[in-house]
């Protein structure tokens, strides 16, 4: 499906979302945003019937096929469709008359209501129809029950109609939120708008198919790459030279993944060796490398503008690291702001994006720094990040409290919650790209994680119910719980699960899977273990 970014531009391929830091914008600005987060189907752009964007009004020569009906008031703004009537009603419809066979039916819109009245989303297939309409504070299913939630701000909403049973589901903002039987009709039409009464609504979009019954989501993968350390000089931790490794996986990912479950790549940091260094005459940039292994959509350094590949299905995004401040390591030297970082792959740290029914956070953990300055070697071997600002803990903890409807400081939505970051928030010793344990120094759970707000992040995670933070840093595979207890590899059971992955530079990734669960209702997060990509220079220095 298509996945839910947030742009200036919303005809760029793949629309996507960025977003910034907490101090960027405003924490009403971003639950604004989040309202109006999720958004229809590109692909399945062979199985709509019919699809209205509103780029224009209905029943013009965009979209003939539309009927209007009623005499209020409707105008086109931003590719918004606003409907606002007093007492007589506005709708517009697409009607086939005699019975069909149709295997099912699905129809699927981006409203909101403003004010007054309701307004109606209506189809029927020629065995069966149904009715969902929507008011102030709450929808009702005809036939069906009452359901509240917030529909003064634009929601998904997703009917699914099964022609054998009559049998239909109703989902919002990719959860289901009820279901009924039809009611039997030997119509077949599809009609959205306000039937009567006072009343003003706004109209994203609305598609439909008479092709079958579609969920809104389907099992999805997403890849956790980290550390790549991308490079031009030698350096005596090891670098990637010139990005020929990380060129190489994503070669691969080219030739055996595309068209399967794979829908989103993470890099969790150290994107960069030296990320703020310039090299040469020309004072160029490690990551012009990186970026030309990857496909972009446009010229802006945004999160979800680059690609794995040209046709723009496999979204790439990163999460600064601490070597992406930096600009020298040997002795390390950075700076408190990755500008290079900044420049090349992203304007901003943090990002969010929606993808099916999961809610993918990305958030910076900042530069080098030393919890304990007297333990010389543990800060050589895993320095602290910085950790979060208030300005990032209250964006995130503002955002995952939306994601209900209700700012209780808990979450009870059905999204699945995975946070993407470059410090371990719990570090455990695991094991080594060439699968022997890991030897280096770990003084304790929180060594080598972020200096700041790290125990406040931890009861976050608890209280929001995320499902997975994944992270890097330490070049190692391991999965613990919150007290630094390991874990194996398994789907998520109530509890956060930290992960950390090995470096890509070094040939590890690992696999995270999303499935709906029987009724739709949530998702089955499954974390697998590390996987090894054939090229790689594990024990290479």
Same mark, same amino acid.
């Given at each position: 499906m298509r996945s839910t970014f947030f742009c200036e531009d919303r005809s760029a391929v793949n629309e996507a979302a960025w977003v910034g830091s907490g101090a960027a914008r405003s924490i009403f600005a971003l639950l604004t945003l989040l309202g109006s987060a999720l958004v229809a189907s590109d692909a399945w752009a062979l199985r709509w019937t019919g699809r209205y964007d509103a780029h224009q009004v209905p029943q013009n020569a965009s979209y003939p096929t539309w009927t209007r009906m009623g005499g209020g008031a409707q105008s086109v703004n931003a590719s918004i469709l606003t409907l606002q009537t007093t007492s007589a009603s506005e709708y517009y419809y697409r009607y086939w008359g005699a019975s069909s066979t149709n295997p099912g039916e699905t129809l699927e819109a981006r409203v909101k209501l403003e004010s007054g009245g309701y307004a109606v989303l209506q189809m029927a297939d020629g065995k069966y129809s149904l009715q969902v309409q929507i008011y102030p504070g709450y929808i009702v299913l005809n036939p069906g029950g009452t359901y509240y939630l917030d529909t003064r701000r634009f929601r998904n909403y997703h009917v699914m109609l099964a022609s054998a049973s009559g049998y239909y589901q109703v989902f919002v903002d990719n959860a289901v939120v009820g279901s009924a039987y039809a009611t039997p009709s030997s119509s077949n039409y599809v009609l959205f708008g306000q039937p009567y009464g006072t009343a003003k609504s706004h109209w994203d979009f609305v598609y439909y198919t008479t092709s079958g019954y579609y969920r809104p989501w389907d099992s999805f993968q997403l890849y956790h790459m980290t550390d790549s350390h991308v490079d031009y000089a030698p350096q005596p931790n090891g670098y990637d030279d010139h990005a020929g490794t990380f060129g190489a996986q994503m070669d691969w990912i080219r030739a055996n993944k595309l068209g399967t479950k794979l829908a989103l790549i993470v890099n969790g940091g150290d994107a960069g060796n030296t990320g703020n260094a310039l090299y040469g005459?020309?004072?160029?940039?490690?990551?012009?490398?990186?970026?030309?292994?990857?496909?972009?959509?446009?010229?802006?350094?945004? =999160?979800?503008?680059?690609? #794995?590949?040209?046709?723009?299905?496999? =979204?790439?995004?990163?999460?600064?690291?601490?070597?992406?401040?930096?600009?020298?390591?040997? =002795?390390?030297?950075?700076?408190?702001? #990755?500008?290079?970082?900044?420049?090349?792959?992203?304007?901003?740290?943090?990002?969010?994006?929606?993808?099916?029914? #999961?809610?993918?956070?990305?958030?910076?953990?900042?530069?080098?720094?030393?919890?304990?300055?007297?333990?010389?070697?543990?800060?050589?071997?895993?320095?602290?990040?910085?950790?979060?600002?208030?300005?990032?803990?209250?964006?995130?903890?503002?955002?995952?409290?939306?994601?209900?409807?209700?700012?209780?400081?808990?979450? &009870?939505? &059905?999204?699945?919650?995975?946070?993407?970051?470059?410090?371990?928030?719990?570090?455990?010793?695991?094991?080594?790209?060439?699968?022997?344990?890991?030897?280096?120094?770990?003084?304790?759970?929180?060594?080598?994680?972020? #200096?700041?707000?790290?125990?406040?992040?931890?009861?976050?995670?608890?209280?929001?119910?995320?499902?997975?933070?994944?992270?890097?840093?330490?070049?190692?595979?391991?999965?613990?719980?919150?007290?630094?207890?390991?874990? &194996?590899?398994?789907?998520?059971?109530?509890?956060?699960?930290?992960?950390?992955?090995?470096?890509?530079?070094?040939?590890?990734?690992?696999?995270?899977?999303?499935? =709906?669960?029987?009724?739709?209702?949530?998702?089955?997060?499954?974390?697998?273990?590390?996987?090894?990509?054939?090229?790689?220079?594990?024990?290479?220095?």
């Open positions: 005459y020309y004072s160029v940039s490690p990551y012009t490398d990186l970026v030309s292994k990857l496909y972009r959509s446009n010229w802006q350094p945004d =999160p979800g503008r680059m690609t #794995a590949d040209s046709g723009g299905t496999i =979204p790439v995004f990163f999460t600064p690291g601490n070597h992406d401040f930096r600009t020298t390591n040997s =002795p390390p030297q950075w700076t408190t702001t #990755a500008t290079q970082y900044h420049n090349y792959i992203s304007r901003y740290d943090d990002f969010y994006y929606f993808h099916g029914n #999961a809610l993918i956070i990305g958030l910076s953990s900042g530069y080098d720094t030393c919890v304990n300055p007297v333990d010389l070697l543990s800060c050589i071997e895993n320095p602290e990040g910085s950790g979060l600002t208030q300005g990032q803990f209250d964006y995130v903890k503002n955002l995952l409290d939306g994601l209900d409807g209700v700012s209780d400081g808990r979450d &009870s939505s &059905s999204f699945a919650k995975i946070i993407l970051m470059h410090h371990p928030i719990v570090n455990l010793g695991g094991t080594k790209c060439d699968g022997t344990a890991y030897t280096g120094l770990i003084r304790g759970p929180d060594d080598g994680s972020i #200096a700041n707000r790290r125990t406040q992040f931890i009861q976050l995670c608890d209280d929001m119910k995320v499902h997975v933070v994944l992270t890097g840093h330490v070049h190692q595979g391991v999965i613990t719980d919150r007290y630094g207890n390991a874990l &194996s590899p398994g789907l998520y059971s109530g509890k956060t699960l930290y992960v950390q992955t090995g470096s890509s530079r070094e040939g590890r990734y690992r696999v995270i899977e999303l499935t =709906p669960n029987f009724n739709f209702t949530s998702s089955n997060v499954r974390v697998y273990g590390e996987s090894t990509f054939q090229t790689h220079e594990c024990g290479q220095q």
